[in-house]
């Protein structure tokens, strides 16, 4: 828009420009208000009945095979492969993008967790001993007892800590962090004080953390890999490294999936 420069002379600009006048004008009266509120009643019935109406429409997929490199992903059917099938793409991904050969294999799995009435399986967690290791690091494990043949037998398969009940106060004041925690039977009644602080980490025999054979106990917890349910539904964990062999990252998966499945409700 140009503006007019001092001496331009346009006829009729200086009504254009001037302000107009203020008007008072009286707000609105309840009339107002009513009808508005009559409409506002109309208006919900209606977005009701539109909504009635309205059929929802959902894409199909065209093809379950696309043509081409380049398409609409939702056209199609998403695309399933065997298990051997998908960790070779994932080597062969692996050499295409230059990424680190060692790097670990995730999975993500997602459970069904409803049952009847409005129920749901309370969110678990598990140690499993996979079949081929994939990793050097070893976790910190506790053992509870007062035999001193037992204590000595926990030393030598790699407990970082052994001991009785005067473990308890330091375990209490933080003074003692590990990543798990084993006992035998004849101390379990005086590890009472410690089920709030230990929750899920308390020894017990669903966990295999309760027992005699202390070395298997230690051999499980030390090298064993550890999942969670999270989000109440889905488990990501590792569970290999991309250099291994295909039949080696199978074999762990599978075993993984094996010991999800024994906590399904009967």
Known sequence: VLAPRRGWVFPGLDQRLAAPALVSAAPPGRPYAAAAKT?????QKTKREETKKKQVTRRRPLMSKPVDDVYLTWYYERPSY???????????????DFTHPKQYVYINVFLDMALQKKKKVDPFASTVLLPYRFTDETN????????????????????????????????????????????????????????????????????N????????????????????????????????????PTEQIVANLKTVIHDICTFKPS
């Open 209 to 244: 953390s309760l027992g005699h054979d202390i070395p298997k106990m230690l051999q499980l917890f030390r090298e064993g890999l550890e999942y969670t349910v999270q989000d109440e539904r889905v488990i990501k964990t590792r569970i290999a490294r991309l250099d291994m």
């Open 140 to 207: 910190k494990v506790l053992v509870f007892t007062e035999n001193e043949e037992e204590a000595e037998i926990a030393r030598e398969n790699g407990a970082a800590v052994v001991g009785g009940v005067e473990l308890i106060k330091w375990i209490l004041e933080d003074e003692i962090q590990v990543d798990f925690y084993v006992a035998v039977p004849a101390i379990m009644p005086k590890l009472i004080p410690l089920r709030n602080k230990l929750r899920r980490k308390y020894p017990s025999t669903k966990r």
């Open 39 to 43: 409409a506002k009643k109309g208006s």
């Open 82 to 96: 065997e298990v051997e099938e998908a960790v070779g793409m994932l080597k062969k991904f692996q050499e295409l």
